[in-house]
């Protein structure tokens, strides 16, 4: 979503405005914070300010969803290829075999393989 700005400084200013709320929003996160003074505080802002700042929550929250996702599949495709490595070698199967179904060099599943025992 693109917001027009009558002039660069209203541009900046919503832009620190929702930096700083981004930077509240991860310190909330490890600290707890009182909810309704939140609340208060955001009722001085514009507006606009507050869908700025909305927009920005919105951007942040699906940025980490995004990184979540790809970090969960990242696992447990590492995950999925140690098993077939560890069942492979449980049933015989050689290293230079392994190393042609999982795509890995040999020294990287013979070291899965050490890792992993």
Do not use: C
Request: no cysteine; glycine share 6%.
């Amino acid at each position: 979503m693109e917001i027009f700005f009558e002039d660069e400084e209203a541009k900046i200013k919503l832009f620190i405005i929702s930096l700083l709320v981004a930077v509240w929003y991860k310190f909330n996160e490890i600290v707890e914070i009182n909810l309704d003074e939140l609340k208060k505080i955001l009722e001085t802002f514009s507006p606009n300010a507050k869908k700025e700042i909305l927009t920005t929550y919105q951007l942040i929250k699906q940025e980490g969803i995004k990184e979540g996702l790809e970090q969960g599949l990242e696992q447990g495709i590492e995950r999925k290829t140690i098993d077939v490595i560890m069942r492979g070698h449980q049933n015989g199967i050689s290293i230079s075999i392994l190393s042609a179904i999982t795509g890995l060099n040999e020294e990287k599943v013979q070291k899965t393989i050490k890792d992993n025992r």
